[in-house]
C-alpha cells in the first residue's frame, strides 16, 4: 500500500471556533488544547473552504486561498498554508453544499493532513478519501495526535466500506485504480441474496460492474453498505470542474488516453458566462477573469479533443443550458445511471434516475473506466399525501422538510430521499424537479421519485420517445423494500415557507418571519433562476403574481433588483410563447438568458455588499454563496411578490387571496 501503516502528525491542531478572536489567536501561533465544550464552527461549506472565485484556480495555488470565504473573516490569503497546521477540527456537517473537489483539495495543498469533525458531508468525505485527504469524526484521536502518538491507519477506515478503506491505504482513488488494473487489488462483489429492493438499489444492481474487462454488468441483489462500482449512462462537468479533471485525466492514464464511449459524455459552459459583469475591480486586478475565461478554453479544447458535445454560449449571451436543466430535458432517461461534476446531478432524479454528483477525481476515472465507486446508501421514504394549498410550492415542501430534527442533526446525510404517495405524483414535472434537486441541501446522497404518467408524458412532449418504451425503462420499489425512516407528509398542512439567511434547513413558515417595526424584511434584491427557479413552472409561477400586479397597478418596488434567469434556452422560448416575457418587463423585471449566475456568486442577482439582502429562488443559502449579502430562501411565489412589496411577502399580502399559482 502507498501510506504507512502507522501516521505520526507533527504538524499543529487548529479548532475552528465560533469565537473569531480565539480563531485569529491560533492563526497567530497560539495552540489550544482539546476542550470538549469549546463551542466549533458547524455547517462549513464548500463554498466558504474555496469561494467560488477561488475555483478558478486547479492547482496547488488553491492552497493559498483555502478557507478564505469562512464566516468572520479570520482568514486571509496563505493564512492555513502558513500556520504548520496538519490537523483542522469543526462541528457538525463538514463539506455540506457544492461537490467542489477544491473545497478539500485546497485544505491538502495547505498542509493538512487530517480533518476531524462531528459529522461530514458523503461528497466532501469522498472527494478527501480520492485525494489522499484523511478525514475522522473520531475527536479521541486530538489527545493522542497532540501527544506524538503514531496513529493506525486503521483509525482511518474504521467504518468504511472495503473499497473506501483500501482507496485510503492506498493513498487516494488514481494509486487504488492503478492496483486495481494490474490486478494487485480485486474489489469483491457484494454477496447480497435476493431482497426486496428500493428504486436505487435496483439501478445499482442491475449497474454493477461485474468484469470491468469484459463489460459484464449486474448482480442479484445490493444492500446498504456493499461496495462496488457501477457503469454510468451520463458523464457530464462544467467549465469550473473540467479543466481540474482533465489535468488529472493526462496525469492519471497517459496524455494520449481517449475519453471512454464519448457519446454518453457531455461537457457544459453553463456556469461563469456572466462573471464579467459582477467581478469587481479587487478580483481583476488579482487576474481572475483571466483565470475563469481560461477556463472555458480549457473546456473546449478538452471537448474537441475527445469529440464531445459542448453545451455552449450563445451569441445574444448567457449558454444554452444549466447543466441540469439540460440534462432532464435531453440526455437523461428513467433507470439509467447519471453521474455530473456538481451536487445537483441529483435533479435528474425525477426522471427515475440514479442520479448524483462527484468530484473531478472520480470524474476523470469516470471518462476511462465509465465507473464509479458507490456505497450502497440507505433510503429514507417520503410519502406525500393530499394537495398543496393555494400559494404553496414544492420548494415550500423542501424548505419544511429540510427545517426538520432528521435534517437539522445531520440524520440526512449520505441517504437517498425517496418521494412517493399520490401527492408527489399530482404535482408538475418541473415541481417534482425540485423536490430531487433540493435533497442535495440536506447532505443526502441524492434524491428520486418513481416516474409517473406525468413523466412519460414529459419525456414523450420532450424528446418524441414512445410512451411504451418510456414506461418500460421505469424502476420501481419492491413492496417491504427496507428504509431507514419513513415520513408521511400532507401537502395541504405544509405553509409558505422561508429559509433564513445561513443554511438551507434554517426554515420557517413565512408568518413567522419578523423584520424592523414589524413591516417585514426589507429587501434589496428578489432573484428567480438557477436549475431550481429557472424552470417552465417557476416561469409560470413568477408570471401569474406578476400579471396580476400589473393588473392592480404593481411594478417592481422602487430600490428593488429583480432578476429573472431562465434554465435553458428552451424555457425561454416557452416564456416567450407564452407572452411572459413581455409581463416581466412592464413590471421592472431584468431578464437573464441561462447560467447559473447569481446563484454562484457569478452573474447578475447576487449582492454586492454585506447589507445586501436577497430573497432568492436559488437551491441554497450558505455564507457567501451569492455574495456577501444576506440570502433568504423562498418559491418563486414567494420571489415575486416580494419584488413588488420590497420587502419578503407571500402572494395574498400583496395581492390578496385570490392570486393563482
Avoid at 497546521?85 to 487530517?114: H, N, W
Avoid at 475522522?136 to 472495503?162: C, H, M, Q, V, Y
Avoid at 482507496?167 to 488494473?181: Q, S, T
Avoid at 428513467?334 to 455530473?340: L, M
Wanted: aromatic share 8%.
Amino acid at each position: 500500500m502507498a501510506r504507512p501503516d502507522r501516521i505520526r502528525f507533527s504538524g499543529r491542531i487548529l479548532y475552528l471556533t465560533e469565537d473569531p478572536a480565539l480563531l485569529k489567536r491560533q492563526l497567530a501561533g497560539e495552540d489550544l488544547e482539546y476542550d470538549p465544550d469549546r463551542k466549533l464552527i458547524d455547517n462549513i461549506s464548500t463554498d466558504e473552504i474555496t469561494p467560488g472565485w477561488v475555483c478558478f484556480y486547479y492547482d496547488e495555488t488553491l492552497g493559498e486561498f483555502s478557507m478564505v470565504g469562512l464566516r468572520g473573516a479570520a482568514f486571509e490569503r496563505n493564512s492555513l498554508k502558513n500556520g504548520g497546521f496538519d490537523v483542522i477540527v469543526s462541528g457538525k456537517s463538514k463539506g455540506c453544499g457544492s461537490s467542489r473537489e477544491t473545497a478539500p483539495y485546497s485544505e491538502m495543498t495547505a498542509g493538512v493532513q487530517l480533518v476531524i469533525a462531528e459529522s461530514i458531508e458523503k461528497i466532501y468525505g469522498q472527494n478527501s478519501q480520492n485525494i489522499g485527504l484523511l478525514t475522522s469524526t473520531d475527536f479521541g484521536l486530538l489527545k493522542r495526535i497532540a501527544a506524538g502518538e503514531e496513529i493506525p491507519i486503521e483509525e482511518f477506515t474504521n467504518g468504511l466500506d472495503p473499497i473506501s478503506a483500501d482507496i485510503v491505504k492506498a493513498g487516494g482513488l488514481f494509486a487504488y485504480n492503478k492496483m486495481r488494473m494490474a490486478g494487485e487489488i480485486q474489489p469483491r462483489l457484494p454477496e447480497t441474496k435476493a431482497r426486496p429492493m428500493t428504486m436505487v438499489e435496483k439501478i445499482i444492481a442491475k449497474h454493477a460492474v461485474v468484469d470491468a474487462k469484459a463489460g459484464t454488468l449486474g448482480i442479484e441483489a445490493v444492500k446498504p453498505g456493499d461496495a462496488l462500482f457501477v457503469r454510468s449512462d451520463v458523464r457530464f462537468s462544467h467549465e469550473y470542474v473540467t479543466p481540474m479533471a482533465d489535468s488529472l485525466f493526462r496525469h492519471g492514464f497517459g496524455p494520449d488516453t481517449a475519453v471512454s464511449e464519448p457519446e454518453s459524455v457531455f461537457t457544459f459552459r453553463d456556469h461563469l458566462t456572466y462573471l464579467g459583469d459582477v467581478m469587481d475591480e479587487k478580483k481583476r486586478a488579482m487576474g481572475l477573469l483571466g483565470h475563469a475565461d481560461g477556463l472555458a478554453v480549457t473546456q473546449e479544447k478538452f471537448a474537441a479533443r475527445h469529440g464531445l458535445k459542448l453545451y455552449g454560449e450563445v451569441e445574444a449571451g448567457g449558454s444554452e443550458a444549466i447543466c441540469h436543466n439540460a440534462v432532464i430535458e435531453d440526455l437523461a432517461l428513467p433507470g439509467q445511471v447519471v453521474t455530473g461534476t456538481d451536487s445537483h446531478t441529483c435533479m435528474a432524479g425525477a426522471l427515475g434516475c440514479f442520479a448524483f454528483g462527484v468530484g473531478s477525481t472520480d470524474m476523470a476515472n469516470a471518462w476511462f473506466t465509465r465507473d464509479v465507486r458507490v456505497r450502497v446508501p440507505e433510503s429514507v421514504r417520503f410519502v406525500l399525501t393530499g394537495t398543496l394549498r393555494e400559494g404553496v410550492s414544492a420548494k415550500d415542501v423542501m424548505l419544511y422538510i429540510l427545517s426538520q430534527p432528521f435534517f437539522r442533526t445531520s440524520k440526512g446525510i449520505g441517504k437517498v430521499l425517496e418521494f412517493a404517495g399520490e401527492g408527489v405524483q399530482k404535482l408538475p414535472f418541473d415541481e417534482q424537479a425540485t423536490l430531487t434537486n433540493m435533497a442535495v441541501e440536506a447532505g443526502g446522497f441524492t434524491g428520486i421519485i418513481e416516474p409517473s404518467e406525468v413523466v412519460v408524458d414529459y419525456l414523450h412532449e420532450m424528446r418524441g420517445l414512445s410512451k411504451e418504451s418510456i414506461r418500460e425503462r421505469i424502476v420501481t420499489s419492491d413492496p417491504g423494500a427496507e428504509y431507514l425512516e419513513v415520513f408521511e407528509y400532507d401537502l395541504g398542512d405544509i405553509p409558505v415557507m422561508v429559509a433564513t439567511p445561513g443554511d438551507p434547513r434554517n426554515g420557517v413558515p413565512l408568518a413567522e418571519l419578523e423584520g424592523a417595526a414589524g413591516e417585514g424584511v426589507k429587501i434589496d434584491i428578489a432573484y428567480g433562476g438557477s436549475c431550481t427557479g429557472g424552470k417552465k413552472a417557476d416561469m409560470d409561477m413568477y408570471a401569474s403574481v406578476f400579471r396580476e400586479g400589473l393588473a392592480k397597478g404593481l411594478r417592481v418596488a422602487d430600490g428593488v433588483r429583480c432578476y429573472i434567469q431562465f434554465g435553458s434556452q428552451h424555457i425561454r422560448r416557452y416564456a416567450e410563447e407564452q407572452g411572459y416575457v413581455e409581463i416581466f418587463e412592464k413590471a421592472g423585471v431584468s431578464l437573464i438568458n441561462p447560467s447559473c449566475g447569481a446563484c454562484i456568486n457569478a452573474g447578475p442577482g447576487a449582492s454586492s455588499g454585506p447589507s445586501d439582502v436577497s430573497v432568492s429562488a436559488i437551491n441554497r443559502n450558505f455564507p457567501g454563496r451569492s455574495g456577501p449579502g444576506q440570502v433568504y430562501l423562498a418559491s418563486p411565489l414567494t420571489v415575486a411578490a416580494s419584488a413588488l412589496a420590497g420587502r419578503v411577502v407571500g402572494p395574498e399580502d400583496v395581492l390578496g387571496a385570490q392570486t393563482a399559482a
